[in-house]
């Protein structure tokens, strides 16, 4: 028998660095919102007496789906070894989340969702019941967004550059942080007034600093959502990808060749 698994990413709306921890970790604020990833689990027990996990995309390191059903093991939860196959459809690199969200749906398929915060940040959050929250400390402490803030839609978009996380972290720390818990928190009301039509612009993300530096191009993709009608714009993680926040969902756009794949949400 194979069970076929959708997953889900995620968009920060915002992001907020706040501060670097003595585990090397760093402390966020940011708004978190679930999207449908596009990336697909297949998944039927192995016959090799392990977890076997392969994946139609070139992941460094371990693969976070066999991260998490080693972690799971560890901790003392007791399934049948799997044979997995993940089909990507969000490359690595982009931002959102696609590959924590892969280890999310195993995890809540074998209930071992308690281990979700030693497998990865984003991992918790991808296993909670709700399509949008405010997410601080690592990535691990989760509240819900406003009861009365509908949940967004637009457009993302995924060029054809990739960033490393850790790099980018680390060019964040040379730069130092320059806000604190109570203003990242007072920031999130730009998101609120955008989703109730009110045009802000760029949101706050701490990465974009390094990333303008980096890839000038994200103006154009910037000006792009603007001419369509967005409310709000900006880079969502470490990047790549860029979203727009939207009334209505645009119609199809002309991008520029570097655009190699648009996402809907």
Not at 110 to 116: C, F, L, N, Q, S
Request: aromatic share 8%.
């Amino acid at each position: 028998m194979r069970i076929i698994l959708p997953t889900f990413a995620k968009i920060n709306l915002t992001l907020r660095v706040i501060s670097k921890r003595p585990d090397g970790y760093h402390n966020i604020v940011s708004t978190f919102l679930k999207i449908p990833s596009g990336d697909i689990l297949l998944v039927s027990e192995s016959t090799a007496g392990i977890d076997i996990v392969n994946s139609d995309t070139p992941i460094k390191g371990e693969n976070i789906v066999l991260k998490a059903l080693r972690t799971a093991r560890e901790a003392g939860f007791k399934f049948p070894y799997l044979n997995v196959m993940v089909h990507k459809m969000v490359p690595p690199g982009s931002g959102l989340g696609a590959g924590s969200g892969n280890a999310a749906a195993i995890l809540l398929l074998i209930g071992a969702e308690k281990v979700a915060a030693k497998v990865g940040a984003d991992v918790p959050f991808l296993c909670s019941d709700l399509d949008m929250a405010v997410v601080t400390g690592i990535g691990d402490q989760i509240a819900p967004a406003k009861k009365d803030m509908a949940t967004p839609h637009g457009v993302i978009v995924i060029p054809d550059w990739q960033t490393d996380t850790k790099s980018a972290y680390a060019e964040l720390d040379e730069l130092g942080f320059g806000v604190d818990t109570l203003l990242a928190r007072t920031e999130m009301r730009d998101m609120y007034h955008a989703n109730a039509g009110k045009k802000v612009g760029m949101l706050p993300n701490d990465f974009s600093k390094v990333l303008l530096k980096q890839h000038p191009k994200y103006n154009e993709i910037f000006s792009l959502f603007e001419k369509a009608g967005a409310n709000a714009w900006s880079i969502t993680g470490s990047g790549s990808a860029a979203f727009g926040v939207f009334n209505t969902v645009p119609k199809l756009l002309k991008w520029p060749n570097y655009v190699k794949n648009i996402l809907y949400f």
